[in-house]
């Protein structure tokens, strides 16, 4: 009888086999780099997510692209791709310097994350550090949480409408800190030292608990019909605290700013802020604006400068040094304290005023320009060389 001989043909060593994790989960390293990490990705950087390597992922050691500032370690390729950084670094060969408005950073063209057309990324829990361009670039609807970004020549993180990114810390990127799309979410994070703003949100978003300190320009920028509740902006080069109309801005603290504390347009709300010891306006404001209940303590201009038709209530407006509270046209003032500002209170015609107490204020307490109107319970009293009356 004839023995069989089976013979056993290698498979070719360029064929890369996704490793998998006992969770289904394909998992990443610098080893597989050469050969590709998975059936759908080609060898060397970068590891293509997506095709037949499916949409999750998990790193199991750090990626390091040094020395090409022009490669990106992850592109990713589909939808709805989760990436789990599971502690590890994404290292690339740049180097940013200097602090705010003075950061420069090596030139070049790759990211640390690109996934600019795809929708639903999710990506959690590393590092991503030292790319020419954005740490993470991100479609739509992605959510980005418990990250570390700095050093990156663009944006350290940026994201595309209706997405979230929450407990991440960004620190010395070449533009903004956070930059969302419309309807975004940032929530609880901490951005200091960036080229331009820390965190920078689009139409109708949220920025909520997050601390944003020494970066180029801004603190917290917002567009139109946002909402700002509970951040900490201190020390920008610019506005602390910026939201344009329609917004709603809330237990929100501005101090030391190179520009204005906070910064609203038509129609907003600020509410229960303090805004303290900034170059300009302690909270300025155009028109149809709510400013009720604000600490606006030793800015180096107005403590409250709003333009027109607005109501200004119960505001503890103290130590600024030119006017205290200055309105324009058609303003309600009410319930104000007032004291230890060059000026007290300089409204405009068609204005009034009730129940505000102005003391201390070094020239005088109260000027009323044309037809501005007592309504009564007003109290003046001061050191200035006009008379400590209210007219």
Known sequence: MKSLALVLLPLPLALALPVYAVDGVVEINQACVGTGCHGGDVPGFPVTLGGSGGTN?????????SPDVDLSPIVITVDHVTLDLNGFTLKGPVVCTGSGSTVSCTPGLGAGIAASNDIGLTVHDGRIRGFAAQGILAGERAQ??????????????????????????????????????????????????????????????????NTSHQNGFGGVSAADNCRLT????????????????????????????????????????????????????????????????????????????IFTTSS?????????????????????????TISFNRNGLLLESDSTYRGNTLTGNTIRPLSVLSTGTNLGDNYCAGTGTVLPTCP
Do not use: K, P, W
Not at 57 to 65: E, Q
Not at 243 to 249: D, L, Y
Not at 271 to 289: E, F, H, M, Q, S
Not at 312 to 336: F, H, K, P
């Open 57 to 65: 992922y998990r790193l199991t050691s750090d990626l390091d692209t």
């Open 144 to 209: 980005i949480r418990n990250v570390r970004v700095e050093s990156n020549g663009g944006n350290g993180i940026e994201v595309g409408a209706r997405s979230i990114v929450s407990q991440s810390i960004v620190f010395r990127n070449g533009v903004d800190g956070i930059r969302t799309g419309d309807f975004g979410v940032v929530d609880r994070c901490a951005s200091s030292a960036n080229g331009e703003d820390g965190v920078s949100v689009a139409l109708g978003s949220m920025a909520s608990e």
């Open 230 to 305: 509970g951040n900490v902006a201190d020390a920008n080069g610019t506005a602390g605290v910026f939201c344009g109309n329609g917004c709603v801005v809330t237990g929100n603290s501005a101090s030391l700013n190179g520009g204005n504390g906070m910064s609203v347009s038509f129609g907003s709300v600020v509410r229960g802020n303090t805004a303290r010891g900034n170059v300009a306006v302690g909270i300025r404001g155009t028109d149809g604006c709510s400013i009720i209940g604000n600490a606006v303590l030793d800015n180096m201009s107005h403590g409250i400068r």
């Open 312 to 336: 200004i209530i119960d505001n503890t407006v103290r130590g600024n040094s030119s006017e205290g509270i200055q309105c324009g046209t058609g303003c309600a003032v009410r319930g104000n």
